[in-house]
């Protein structure tokens, strides 16, 4: 599998949320698969994918730190069972199955939970913030209009994996 092809669904998923409001499900297989081979690709604790440079992770870098932990695969269970039971109702089982699909990337990647508050965090802002703007958000705080969402999960993904590369979050996750 190429390292790509997970950022390539979402951008393509979230094309599709904007034209149709509609994500065809084998976009979120793809990327689920993909995320499981990340192990596979990892040489030397260095994962590397052109579209987001190196991202440093593994016990090279945090000598006697293991990136992939028991208790960080039961947080990435524990975030994609909340995403796909409780959240899914809040806005949207398309939308469930990005932050999923991201989680079980970002857990690969070492920094699991970390990186997904900071993904979901930033999802949220960019998503108020724009409709904000757009004058989109009613008195009772709900939008007055639907919008996709996807591709704010889309853009706060790279946003995220920037953090992850700029500040080392790996690390935090380790501790």
């Known amino acids: 599998m190429c390292p790509a092809v997970c950022p390539a669904c979402l951008i393509l998923a979230a094309c599709f949320d904007l034209k149709d409001h509609r994500i065809p499900d084998f976009l979120w297989w793809i990327m689920a698969a993909d995320s499981l081979f990340i192990p596979l690709m990892i040489s030397e604790g260095t994962y590397y994918a052109p579209l987001y440079g190196s991202l440093h992770i593994g016990a090279d870098l945090y000598a006697g730190q293991e990136t992939f932990t028991l208790s960080g695969a039961f947080d990435c269970l524990a975030v994609i069972a909340i995403q796909e039971k409780i959240m899914s109702g809040f806005y949207g089982r398309a939308d469930s199955h990005a932050f999923s699909c991201c989680e079980v990337f970002f857990f690969f990647l070492g920094c699991g939970i970390i990186g997904h508050i900071i993904h979901m965090s930033a999802a949220l802002f960019l998503l108020s913030a724009d409709q904000l ?9 709900k939008l007055k209009e639907p919008v996709a969402f996807v591709p704010y999960i889309c853009i706060s993904f790279f946003l995220t994996l920037f953090i992850i590369k700029s500040f080392h979050l790996s690390v935090l996750y380790m501790v």
């Open 133 to 141: 703007f757009r004058r989109n958000i009613g008195k009772n705080l």
